[in-house]
C-alpha cells in the first residue's frame, strides 16, 4: 500500500532544511532566487546559476560531499559553454480534461500459479481525479486524508473493506499519488470474487457517505500528525536522494519545491483550518469523493489462455510486418542486427570522459562510532550514542532457539500476526489508536544471521525495532511491556483475516524481485541452513505456508502462536540495543531495564545450529510467467576468511565486465551479476532471461572466461570493482543503526576496517589466485534454480533438473 507520509515522500523535506543541508548539502538555486541557507558558501554556484538560468529550463541541485568546483567546471567545459537556453514553455504538461461523468473498465491479466485459485484472483479498484500537483496545501491535505482513510484498524475502508475478510486485503494501488499533474486517490482490493465487485463498490460509496456525516476521530487526526512530526525528525542513509527524487515531480511542473518542504507551516495551516471549521476535511471529502466525476473503476480477471492468446497476436503482428518487408529492407534489418552485435562487443573506449574517483578519495576509514555494553538485570544491552535528532531507537533480539521446527517456520506469520492483535486490556484498535500516537510502531521480523566466523553455525530469532521522540520513551516501554508480557491472540476471525491478506500477499513481488528468490532457493541447495532460510522466507515459503493453512486449522494455528510468544519473550532469550543521544542514554537505559525486569525469568538457551553441506542439485520451479529468473550458487569461504575480501572484488568485476555484457546485452536479459555473500556462498543472478539455458552455461564457464580473456582484468578494472565494493561498504548509516553489525552479527569496528583495508591492497595477482582457488575446478557443493514457465530444453541438459510446479 502507498504511504502518503512513507521514508520515500518529499513532504519531510522540512527536515532537509533543518537538519541535513547545513552538515551535509551544498544547497540548490530554483527560480532565480538562492535559499537563503547559512552554510551555501560556494560562490561559484550562484555564479553558474546566475550565468545560465532561464527560468523555462533552469534547474541546479548539489546533494553529497562533492568536489562541487570541479563538477560544475566539468559541466560548463562539456556541456553548458556550448548552448543557449531554449524556452520550453510549450511542452508543459496541461491539466487532464475533467470528465462528466465516471467510467468502467474491465481487463485481463495472466493467472498467476503462486496466487488464490483462480476463481477469487480478481482485483477492483476506484480511482478519482484529485489537484493539481503544485496545489502545495490542497495535495498535502489530500495526503492527510489519504492516511486517515485507509492506514490501520481505525480508518474508515480498513473497518469496512478489510475486516469483513472477502478479499485478499489492499492491492498495490490502494493509496494517494502526489508525483502526477493531477494527482489522484485509489483504493482497490485484491485476491476476491467477481460477484463482490458491486458489494466493494457498495461499500465505497457507503464509506464516503459515512465519513462526510461522522467525520474522523480526533485522537485519530492527532495520530497522523504525530507520525508526520516523528518522520519530519527520522533520519534514514538514503533521505536526501529519495527526497531529491520525490521533489522532482513538483520541479518538472514549475511547483514551489520549498513551500512543499515546509511541513510546519503546513500542519499549522491545516490545525487552523479545523479549528475554524470543525468539518474542513469532511468538506474535503464531499468535495474529492462525492462531488467527483472523474472517477474510474478498474476491474481485472486473469485468463488460462492469458499466455497462449499474447503468443498469437504477437505472431500476427509480426508476420503482417515481415509480409511487408522488401529484400532490401531484410537486409538492412539484418546488417543492422550485426553491426549491434559488433557494437556491443567492441571494447569501450571512451570511459575517460566520464567523471570517476580516485583510488586516494577513498583510503580514509569511515568514522567511527562509540558503543558501550551493559548488563541490565543480567541482559545483554548495547548503547551507541549519536545524534539522533531527539529520537530513541529501540532493538530487542529474541533468540529462537528454544522453538521447535514447526515452530520456527511459523515465525514469519507470527510477525506479521503479533502487531495487529491487540493485548489483553486493549483490542487491537484501542492498541493501534495509543501506538500510533506516541511511537513509530512495533515491527518484527524474522531474525537469521549465519556466523561471519564460522560458516558451520547460523542463529535464528526475532527482531523487534521501534522509535520514539525522546519525550515518549517512558511511553515506548510501557507499550513495548503491554505488548510482550500481555499480547492476545483469541479471535479467531480476525486470525483468518490476517492469515488470508498473508498468503495474498507472500506471491506479490516474485516476478519484480524473482532474482532474488531464484538466488535464495540456489543457495538452499548448498547448505541446509541456507535452506531453511529460504523456506523461512523464500519461494519456498508461499508454497509451505499455503499448505499448512489449508491443512491446519485456524484454532490449532492460534495455539501455536501463542507458544512461540511465550517461548520468546523471556529474559534469557533477550539482548537489546539502545540508540539516542548521549545525554538521553542513561534515562533510556533506565526505563529499559524495567522493561526487562517485566519479562519473565528463564535460563538462556544455549544451543549451536549446525550447517551441513548438501550435493549438486538442480531445480526448475515451473511458474506461470512469461520470462526466466536463474541463478547459481556454490560454497566457498565466509566473511571472516582473507580470501572473501579478494571474492567480493572478483563478484563485482564478472558482474561488469562479463555477465553485464553477455548475459545481458548478448543474450537479452533484463539484467545479470555475481555475489558472495557473508555466509561464504557464491551466487549468479539474471533477471528477466529469456535464454535460460544459454546462461546457466556462462554461469559454468567463467573459469574460462577470465582465463580467455585475462586483458580484461587489469588495474583499470580491479580499481572499478574495488570502488564497487567500497560503495557498500562506506554506504551512510542512519544514527538509529549505527552499531548495527555489532549487535546482530558481533562484528567489530576493528574487523570492519580490517576487510576494508584487505579490499584497497587487494591485488591482481591475489584475484587470480581466487579465481584458480574457487573456479578452475567443479564445486564439490552446488545448486542451480531456474524460475520460470515450462522449459524443454532443460530435459536434454546433461545435468538431472528436478521439475517443482510452484504453487500447484
Not at 24 to 42: F, Q
Not at 398 to 403: P, T
Not at 642 to 661: E, N, Q, T, V, W
Request: glycine share 6%.
Amino acid at each position: 500500500m502507498k504511504g502518503a507520509f512513507s521514508e520515500n515522500s518529499s513532504i519531510f523535506g522540512e527536515s532537509l532544511l533543518n537538519n541535513i543541508l547545513p552538515s551535509h548539502t551544498y544547497g540548490y538555486v530554483s527560480g532565480g532566487n538562492p535559499l537563503n541557507i547559512p552554510s551555501l558558501t560556494h560562490q561559484n554556484l550562484i555564479d553558474f546559476h546566475s550565468k545560465y538560468y532561464h527560468p523555462s529550463n533552469a534547474r541546479i541541485f548539489a546533494y553529497g560531499n562533492l568536489n562541487l568546483e570541479k563538477t560544475l567546471d566539468y559541466i560548463d567545459g562539456e556541456y553548458f559553454s556550448t548552448y543557449y537556453p531554449i524556452d520550453n514553455s510549450y511542452s508543459r504538461i496541461p491539466n487532464e480534461s475533467r470528465w462528466l461523468e465516471e467510467r468502467k473498465v474491465h481487463v485481463v491479466s495472466r493467472f498467476d500459479s503462486m496466487g488464490s485459485p483462480i476463481e477469487k484472483q480478481n482485483q477492483i479498484a476506484i480511482a478519482l481525479l484529485m489537484a493539481d500537483i503544485t496545489d502545495i496545501n490542497e495535495t498535502f491535505t489530500l495526503a492527510i486524508l489519504s492516511e486517515l482513510l485507509i492506514k490501520g484498524p481505525n480508518s474508515p475502508f480498513y473497518k469496512n473493506l478489510i475486516e469483513p475478510n472477502f478479499s485478499g486485503g489492499y492491492n498495490s494501488t490502494t493509496g494517494y499519488e502526489s508525483q502526477v499533474k493531477d494527482t489522484f486517490f485509489a483504493v482497490g482490493l485484491q485476491d476476491l470474487k467477481v460477484d463482490e465487485f458491486s458489494r466493494f463498490e457498495e461499500i465505497f460509496d457507503k464509506t464516503i457517505k459515512e465519513v462526510i456525516a461522522n467525520g474522523f476521530e480526533s485522537d485519530h487526526i492527532e495520530s497522523v500528525l504525530h507520525n508526520i512530526e516523528l518522520s519530519l525528525k527520522h533520519q534514514s542513509p538514503s533521505f536526501g536522494m529519495r527526497l531529491l527524487f520525490n521533489c522532482t515531480s513538483l520541479w518538472n511542473h514549475d511547483g514551489d519545491v520549498v513551500s512543499s518542504l515546509e511541513v510546519s507551516k503546513l500542519i499549522q495551516r491545516l490545525r487552523k483550518n479545523l479549528h475554524e471549521n470543525p468539518k474542513y476535511l469532511q468538506g474535503k471529502v464531499e468535495q474529492y469523493f462525492s462531488n467527483n466525476q472523474h472517477r474510474l473503476t478498474l476491474t481485472m480477471s486473469p485468463d488460462e489462455n492469458y499466455e497462449n492468446n499474447m503468443k498469437v497476436a504477437e505472431k500476427k503482428i509480426l508476420d503482417s510486418k515481415v509480409k511487408d518487408l522488401t529484400p532490401k529492407l531484410k537486409e538492412e534489418i539484418f546488417n543492422n542486427g550485426v553491426n549491434l552485435e559488433k557494437s556491443q562487443k567492441a571494447p569501450v573506449d571512451n570511459i575517460h570522459l566520464l567523471p570517476c574517483l580516485a583510488l586516494e578519495d577513498v583510503q580514509k576509514n569511515p568514522d567511527r562510532y562509540t558503543s558501550k555494553k551493559e548488563f541490565l538485570s543480567n541482559i545483554e544491552t548495547f548503547q551507541f550514542p549519536a545524534q539522533t535528532n531527539e529520537i530513541s531507537y529501540l532493538k530487542c533480539l529474541f533468540n529462537g532457539n528454544s522453538l521447535t521446527k514447526e515452530e520456527i517456520l511459523l515465525i514469519p506469520l507470527f510477525c506479521d500476526v503479533i502487531t495487529e492483535m491487540g493485548t489483553k486490556s486493549h483490542d487491537y484498535k484501542d492498541f493501534d489508536k495509543i501506538v500510533t500516537s506516541k511511537i513509530s510502531g512495533f515491527s518484527f521480523k524474522l531474525h537469521f544471521a549465519e556466523n561471519l566466523k564460522d560458516a558451520k553455525t547460523y542463529n535464528l530469532g526475532v527482531l523487534m525495532t521501534t522509535h520514539c521522540l525522546d519525550k515518549n520513551v517512558d511511553d515506548l516501554v510501557e507499550l513495548a511491556e503491554e505488548l510482550l508480557n500481555n499480547f492476545s491472540i483469541t479471535d479467531v476471525e480476525r486470525v483468518k483475516m490476517l492469515i488470508e491478506n498473508y498468503l495474498s500477499n507472500l506471491s506479490v513481488g516474485v516476478t519484480q524481485s524473482g532474482h532474488l528468490y531464484a538466488m535464495q532457493s540456489a543457495g538452499g541447495l548448498v547448505t541446509d541452513s541456507a535452506a531453511l532460510k529460504s523456506k523461512l522466507s523464500g519461494i519456498e515459503h508461499i508454497d509451505f505456508m499455503r499448505n499448512f493453512t489449508q491443512s491446519t486449522p485456524t484454532e490449532k494455528i492460534i495455539k501455536q502462536l501463542v507458544t512461540i510468544g511465550k517461548k520468546l519473550f523471556q529474559q534469557g532469550n533477550l539482548k537489546a540495543a539502545l540508540n539516542s543521544g548521549e545525554d538521553q542514554l542513561d534515562q533510556f537505559s533506565k526505563s529499559f531495564e524495567k522493561l526487562v525486569n517485566s519479562l519473565p525469568k528463564s535460563q538462556a538457551t544455549l544451543k549451536t545450529n549446525a550447517v551441513n553441506l548438501l550435493s549438486p542439485k538442480c531445480q526448475h520451479h515451473v511458474m506461470n510467467i512469461p520470462v526466466n529468473y536463474c541463478a547459481k550458487a556454490f560454497m566457498t569461504v565466509p566473511y571472516s576468511h582473507p580470501d572473501h575480501p579478494k571474492l567480493k572484488i572478483l563478484a563485482k568485476f564478472l558482474s561488469a565486465k562479463y555477465f553485464l555484457p553477455v548475459v545481458r546485452e548478448q543474450n537479452g536479459a533484463y539484467g545479470a551479476g555475481s555475489n558472495v555473500g557473508s555466509d561464504g556462498i557464491f551466487r549468479f543472478f539474471s533477471y528477466r532471461d529469456p535464454h535460460s539455458v544459454k546462461t546457466f552455461e556462462a554461469f559454468d564457464k567463467t573459469y574460462e572466461w577470465v582465463k580467455g580473456n585475462s586483458k580484461e582484468l587489469n588495474d583499470q578494472s580491479l580499481f572499478e570493482a574495488k570502488l564497487g565494493v567500497l560503495q557498500q561498504l562506506d554506504a551512510p548509516i542512519a544514527p538509529g543503526s549505527i552499531g548495527g553489525d555489532l549487535f546482530l552479527h558481533g562484528l567489530t569496528q576493528d574487523e570492519t576496517q580490517n576487510y576494508r583495508k584487505l579490499i584497497l591492497e587487494t591485488s591482481l595477482e591475489e584475484v587470480h589466485e581466487v579465481v584458480e582457488k574457487y573456479f578452475k575446478e567443479k564445486p564439490v557443493n552446488y545448486g542451480k534454480c531456474l524460475l520460470g514457465p515450462e522449459n524443454e530444453l532443460l530435459k536434454n541438459d546433461s545435468e538431472k533438473w528436478e521439475e517443482v510446479k510452484t504453487g500447484v
